[in-house]
């Protein structure tokens, strides 16, 4: 062992979860803090999944707003954007760096933005794998990081590929994949009908991939959403020239000559796909994409040396603390709580409180020590065309909970959206605790409707009943005026 080094706080995974837990447990104090990352300061959201395919998303949206109105059809007529510009403005994002490690199949990119911020927050980058080697004791490589006051495990997730037979030998493309994307497969076969599936689905067809199917287990899209939000989504995609196989799921693959040539590049030559279930039958396909959950990244972080299982999410209480470690804190998608990117970094707010106020022996008696949103108020927006928002309970999650509820529901056709086009479609539904008359949950299904669901979490966060919720006028003419509906059917 060659050096020995003493921080208040080490955090291990330096993405955007991390990068906030170090810096709220130090901020406004004297403690030191060091983030250990083993790739990008940054991690997967901002070079593999939330940055990249919300940029290779927007061309495509823009686009259909612009031809929405005439005057803007006019000048916006052709029906996909230019992939290269595409590419290229997905680079900007990332800041990719355009050199040949890039064709030889590593995607590069360039951290340094990241770094001069973390350095400039007082948090020290160490680069390498981090591994937990005792109490309070991180190891990498021939260094040993002792924390004084906590160790934070924000190591995020990776994408899981099902053990198919020849799926994982295939070579399949993952998510990250999809978002470094730099060659555009004719045919692709997508695995999957969440999130990530229905994004990249709609990006692919943008940037102009012919024969997309799409195997999805269940017998919809999104399936934890209001079943309006998949089905808009579906009869979006399919009159995109998308092929919808529900129930169905891949049986077995063959690509003979599967090539690891890199992120984003064809791995190899053609795959023959055999399906099985409603949709069964036998594929050509150029690239198959596995957008079918992800992992959290516990197997290789030496939870083994504290005893605990490195299997599954590294769970937490609602200080984000691990049972029976009052030093450890385990934040963003290793936690399994919810794997997204705003709330690991709501997480890391509390957890970077929580240890603030430990190490100055405050007590832990207010709510911005409690993770509760966890729970109740988890907002998501699902930049697909149309796109999707909710935040809470649908009805039937409600119901499973045994809560008596009321539900207001309709298409939005308001002044406001008719002005963003006199074709404009869209839904929206609210969930009500029936006995409280509080708002539990408030879905939203049409062009911008993704800067609605503020209100809506705030509603939620606030238990604002409803009587006074009719107080909270909405200008005209916005898409926001839709609440005046919803509330109409519920006075
Ligand atoms: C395609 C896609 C699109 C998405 N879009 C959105 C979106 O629009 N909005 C949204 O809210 N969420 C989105 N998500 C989810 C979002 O990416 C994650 O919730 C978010 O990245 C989690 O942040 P994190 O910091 O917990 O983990 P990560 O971003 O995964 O970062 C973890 C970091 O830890 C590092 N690491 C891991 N183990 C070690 C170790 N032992 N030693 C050192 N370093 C280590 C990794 O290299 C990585 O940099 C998307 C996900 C995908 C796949």
Redesign the pocket.
């Known amino acids: 062992m060659v050096g020995e080094t003493s921080y208040d706080v080490v955090v291990?995974?330096?993405?955007?979860?991390?990068e906030n837990a170090a810096d709220y447990a130090i901020r406004g104090s004297d403690r030191t803090a060091a983030i250990?990352?083993?790739?990008?300061?940054?991690?997967?959201?901002s070079y593999?999944?939330?940055m990249p395919?919300?940029a290779l998303l927007g061309p495509g949206n823009a686009l259909g707003e612009a031809r929405s109105l005439g005057g803007s059809r006019e000048r916006a007529s052709a029906s996909n954007p230019e992939p290269s510009g595409v590419l290229e403005w997905r680079d900007t994002v990332t800041g990719r760096l355009d050199d040949s490690s890039a064709h030889r199949g590593g995607a590069t990119h360039d951290d340094a933005g990241q770094v001069r911020w973390a350095n400039g927050a007082g948090i020290e980058v160490i680069r390498?794998?981090?591994?937990l080697v005792g109490e309070k004791q991180v190891r990498v490589g021939d260094q040993l990081l002792t924390a004084r006051e906590a160790v934070v495990i924000?190591?995020?997730?990776t994408?899981s590929v099902p053990p198919i037979p020849g799926l994982r030998e295939a070579l399949p493309w993952t998510?990250r994949d999809?978002?470094n994307i730099l060659e555009i497969p004719e045919r692709v076969v997508v695995l999957g009908g969440g999130?990530?599936a229905c994004?990249?689905a709609t990006w692919l067809l943008d940037l102009g991939v012919r024969g997309l199917v799409m195997a999805i287990r269940g017998d919809r899209l999104l399936p934890r959403m209001e079943p309006f939000a998949g089905e808009r989504v579906a009869d979006a995609l399919r009159a995109r020239g998308a092929d919808l196989r529900f129930g169905t799921t891949i049986e077995a693959v063959d690509r003979p000559d599967a090539t690891g040539s890199g992120y984003g590049r064809l791995h190899g030559g053609p795959a023959v796909v055999r399906l099985t279930g409603d949709g069964a039958g036998e594929l050509t396909v150029d690239e198959i994409l596995v957008a079918a959950g992800?992992s959290p990244?516990t197997t290789?972080?030496g939870l083994d040396a504290l005893g605990l299982t490195a299997e599954g999410p590294l769970g937490v209480d609602d200080h984000l603390t691990v049972p029976g470690h009052p030093w450890l804190y385990s934040?963003?998608?290793?936690n399994g709580r919810n794997?997204?990117?705003?709330?690991?970094k709501y997480q890391a707010r509390v957890a970077g409180d929580v240890i603030a106020a430990r190490a100055e022996g405050r007590e832990l008696d207010d709510i911005r020590y409690v993770a509760g949103s966890d729970h109740a108020a988890v907002p998501?927006?699902v930049?697909t065309r149309p796109e999707i928002s909710s935040v809470g309970l649908t009805r039937e999650q409600a119901a499973d909970a045994g809560i008596d509820v009321r539900v207001a529901e309709g298409e939005i056709s308001v002044a406001g959206s008719y002005l963003l086009g006199p074709d404009y479609s869209g839904y929206a539904s609210v969930v009500v605790d029936a006995t409280r008359d509080v708002l539990l949950g408030a879905t939203f299904v049409g062009p911008q409707t993704g800067e609605l669901v503020h209100s809506a979490t705030v509603a939620i966060v606030g238990e604002v009943p409803l009587a006074r919720l009719w107080h909270a006028v909405p200008s005209y003419p916005t898409v926001s005026e839709v609440w005046l509906r919803l509330l109409d059917q519920l006075r």
């Open positions: 291990i995974g330096g993405g955007p979860v991390g250990v990352e083993h790739e990008l300061l940054g991690g997967e959201c593999w999944a939330c395919s919300k390498g794998h981090g591994r924000a190591t995020g997730s994408a998510s999809a978002t999130v990530v994004e990249a992800r990244a290789d972080v934040v963003g998608d290793v794997a997204l990117t705003h709330m690991g998501q927006v930049f």
